[in-house]
C-alpha cells in the first residue's frame, strides 16, 4: 500500500478522566466499546489493523466493500469495531469473530455482522493529515462519509458540555462506555495519551473465590470474584490492583482458606469459562490458579457488567468487607441503565 501512514503506527489514546472536562476546547463523542480498529484503503485493498498493530481484515470480511465505496479511493481513518445485538452492544459476540477457521469466520460474518463507526480521518489521498487540527479533520471525515450506508457509521459529536452528560447517562443502556473528550485544536499524535475518556464507575461487594498466579509463578497476580445468583455462586472477573508487598500479605491470608475443587465444578456453576480457562485473547499465558472457601468480601470498582455476567474489565480493589456475608454478595446489587437502541444514536442528515 502506497499511504502516507504506515500499517504499524500506534493509534493516539486516552487517559482517564474524573469528569467530563470543561470549557470551550473541547469535544465530546460516545466511547464504543469495541475493538479499536485503523483502516488503510488504497484502492480496491483494504486493510483493518487492530491497535497492536495486529491485522483483523480477514475476520471482517462483511466490511470491506463499503470501505471500496467512500468518495475517495485512498484513505486511512480511525474508528472502533463494535457488534449490535438486541440489547445494545455485544462485546461477547465481538470477540467471538476472532476465529481461526475460515468456515466459522463466514458464518459468524453472516450472523453477527459487524459495524464500523468512524471517528477520525489521518490520511486522504497525499495528504497526511495528522498534523491538522481535529477540527478540520472531523469536516474533511463528515465530507467523506456523506452518503455513508450500513455499516459504517460516522460517529456523533458535541461542543456542548450539557449534551454530553446527556449522552454519559443515557447511551449506556445501549452499552457504551462513556464519553470521549478531544481537544478541538489538537492534532493526532500517535502513541500519545492526549484524550480524556470518562467511564461509568461503580461498586460491587464480591466474594473472593480464589487467586490466580503471577506470569512468573511466584506471587499472586490477581483475586478471581464471584457473586450469588440465588444458591449458586458465579465466577465474574478479577482484581489486580497491588502491590509487590500487599501481593505477598495476600498470599498468606488466602493460605489457610484454601481448598480443592474439580474443574467440573466450577464450569457447573460459572457463568461464563471457568477461572483460568483459556480464551483466543490468552493463549499461551499461564493461568494457573488456586480455589479458596469463599469466606472473604471485598468492594471493587467497576465500570461494566457485560451481559449482566462478567465484568468487563478488572475491577479497581477498595477494601475489605469484613461485616458483610459472602451470601449477601449477590447481582442484585448491581446497577442496570433503561435500555436504549444503538441505533438511535445515528442521527443521519
Not at 497525499?126 to 465530507?143: I, V
Not at 470518562?198 to 498466579?213: E, F, L, M, P, Y
Not at 444458591?231 to 484454601?258: C, D, M, W
Request: overall charge positive; aromatic content about 10%; hydrophobic content about 35%.
Amino acid at each position: 500500500m502506497k499511504l502516507p501512514i504506515p500499517l504499524d503506527m500506534e493509534p493516539m489514546l486516552s487517559a482517564p478522566g474524573e469528569g467530563i472536562p470543561r470549557g470551550d476546547s473541547w469535544e465530546y463523542e460516545p466511547k464504543w466499546d469495541g475493538f479499536r480498529t485503523l483502516v488503510f484503503r488504497d484502492g480496491d485493498k483494504v486493510e483493518l489493523i487492530s491497535r497492536g498493530a495486529r491485522p483483523m481484515t480477514r475476520y471482517f470480511p462483511e466490511v470491506l466493500p463499503a470501505f471500496r465505496k467512500l468518495r475517495s479511493d485512498r484513505v486511512v481513518l480511525d474508528g472502533e469495531l463494535i457488534v449490535v445485538g438486541d440489547k445494545g452492544l455485544d462485546f461477547g459476540a465481538l470477540q467471538q469473530r476472532i476465529h481461526p477457521a475460515d468456515s466459522r469466520v463466514r458464518m459468524l460474518s453472516e450472523a453477527t455482522p459487524a459495524w464500523y463507526v468512524a471517528f477520525d480521518l489521518l490520511a486522504e489521498g497525499e495528504e497526511d493529515l495528522r498534523s491538522e487540527p481535529l477540527g478540520t479533520r472531523r469536516k474533511r471525515l463528515e465530507s467523506l462519509l456523506k452518503g455513508a450506508k450500513q455499516p459504517i457509521f460516522l460517529t456523533p459529536y458535541t461542543r456542548d458540555e450539557a449534551t454530553a452528560e446527556d449522552w454519559f447517562k443515557r447511551f449506556e443502556g445501549a452499552g457504551l462506555d462513556g464519553v470521549m473528550a478531544k481537544s478541538w485544536k489538537g492534532a493526532y499524535v500517535p502513541g500519545k495519551r492526549l484524550w480524556v475518556k470518562v467511564k461509568h464507575q461503580r461498586t460491587a461487594d464480591c466474594v473472593v473465590i480464589g487467586w490466580r498466579k503471577s506470569a512468573d509463578g511466584k506471587s499472586l497476580g490477581s483475586l478471581l470474584l464471584g457473586l450469588y445468583r440465588k444458591n449458586e455462586l458465579n465466577y465474574v472477573g478479577h482484581t489486580s490492583s497491588f502491590s509487590a508487598a500487599e501481593r505477598r500479605e495476600l498470599i498468606a491470608k488466602l493460605k489457610p482458606l484454601q481448598v480443592d475443587v474439580p474443574p467440573s465444578e466450577w464450569d457447573s456453576h460459572s457463568s461464563g469459562r471457568m477461572p483460568g480457562g483459556l480464551s483466543r485473547w490468552s493463549r499461551g499465558k499461564d493461568l494457573e490458579w488456586v480455589t479458596v472457601r469463599p469466606e472473604l468480601v471485598c468492594e471493587v470498582a467497576y465500570d461494566k457488567l457485560e451481559a449482566g455476567e462478567r465484568f468487563r474489565h478488572a475491577t479497581r480493589f477498595l477494601r475489605w468487607r469484613l461485616d458483610k456475608p459472602p451470601r449477601k454478595c449477590g447481582f442484585d446489587q448491581i446497577e442496570s441503565a433503561a435500555q436504549f437502541d444503538v441505533r438511535g444514536i445515528f442521527a443521519r442528515k
